[in-house]
């Protein structure tokens, strides 16, 4: 999943921090995002990068297939999702504190 940034991490300064400082990727000011799938393919990988939701199906079907190897390249947007359980890194960042991940856009 290709959400153009550090995205946990960038979640993580947002909530402590109100601010992030190098893991949102931009260009020039605006959202930027390498292609992961011609630098797989660079480097002799097979490389998919996906444009819609109707392309991953197959894209998924043919990377399993291959048996090697694949990136598949999936643009998502950068939102927390709310799971169970815990990770004490919240304590690390801010101890004392109650404070959750936020979205960064």
């Known amino acids: 999943m290709n959400n153009g940034a ?3 991490i960038a979640g ?3 909530a402590h921090y109100d601010t992030t400082f190098g893991t949102i990727f ?7 995002s390498p292609d992961y799938a ?7 990988i097979e490389g998919i990068k996906i444009t819609s939701a109707e392309e991953f199906k197959p894209a ?5 297939a291959s048996n090697k190897p694949v990136v598949i390249d999936v643009a998502m947007i950068n939102n927390p999702v ?3 359980g815990h990770w004490n ?11 959750h991940h936020v979205s960064t856009n």
């Open 82 to 84: 709310p799971t169970a």
């Open 60 to 64: 998924l079907e043919r990377a399993v």
């Open 38 to 44: 011609a630098i797989a393919r660079a480097y002799g």
């Open 6 to 8: 550090f995205g946990t």
């Open 26 to 32: 931009e260009r020039d000011g605006k959202p930027y």
């Open 12 to 14: 993580l300064e947002k």
């Open 89 to 99: 890194i919240m304590d690390i960042y801010s101890p004392g504190k109650k404070v």
